[in-house]
């Protein structure tokens, strides 16, 4: 999905390869003081994240 957020990847996408995961944020608040995403959100994000390091190395 293109979402056009630059974040850390912009800059290290012309060094190596580059992803973004994204986890949703309760009522959809983004990049504001209000932004809340619960543990079990970011558990699967982080194991989204996991996964595909370890099928990028083959296990």
Known sequence: MFSGAGHDAQFIASFIPSAMV?????????????E????EDCAKGVNV??????ELLGK
């Open 22 to 34: 994204f986890v949703p944020s309760v009522r959809g608040k983004s990049h504001c003081e209000d």
């Open 36 to 39: 809340l995403t619960d543990y």
């Open 49 to 54: 994240a996991l996964d595909t390091v370890l």
